[in-house]
C-alpha cells in the first residue's frame, strides 16, 4: 500500500512563499493527485489537484499564487505557495482525488502571520 509523506510547511510572513512535498513510497504516476488543507475549525478542502497528464486545477482562494507539480520519476508531487495570507494558516496533507480514507498522512503546518 502506497503511503504519502507530507513535507515543507512552516512559519512565514504573509507575502512569503513555502514549497511543500508529497513523496509517496510507491508509483502514482496514474493517479490524479491533490493537495488539501484544514485549517483550525474549519473543513478539509481541496486546494489545487493535477492529472497524470499535468492537467491543473485550483480552488478559487489560491489561484494565481500557488502552483502544483509532480514529478513521476520522483513519486512526488509539489505545492508551490507564493504570496502567502494569513488565511492560508492550516495543516496541508495530499491524497488522491477523489480522496481516500488509506492515504490521510500527518500532513505539514502552514503558518502565515500578519
Known amino acids: 500500500q502506497v503511503q504519502l509523506v507530507e513535507s515543507g510547511g512552516g512559519l512565514v510572513q504573509a507575502g512569503g512563499s513555502l514549497r511543500l512535498s508529497c513523496a509517496a513510497s510507491g508509483s502514482i504516476f496514474r493517479i490524479t493527485m491533490g493537495w488539501y488543507r484544514q485549517a483550525p475549525g474549519k473543513q478539509r478542502e481541496l486546494v489545487a489537484s493535477?492529472?497524470?497528464?499535468?492537467?491543473?486545477i485550483y480552488a478559487d482562494s489560491v489561484k494565481g499564487r500557488f502552483t502544483i507539480s509532480r514529478d513521476n520519476a520522483k513519486n512526488t508531487v509539489y505545492l508551490q505557495m507564493n504570496s502567502l495570507k494569513p488565511e492560508d494558516t492550516a495543516v496541508y496533507y495530499c491524497n488522491t482525488v477523489p480522496e481516500s480514507f488509506r492515504y490521510w498522512g500527518q500532513g505539514t503546518q502552514v503558518t502565515v502571520s500578519s
Open positions: 493535477i492529472t497524470s497528464g499535468g492537467s491543473t
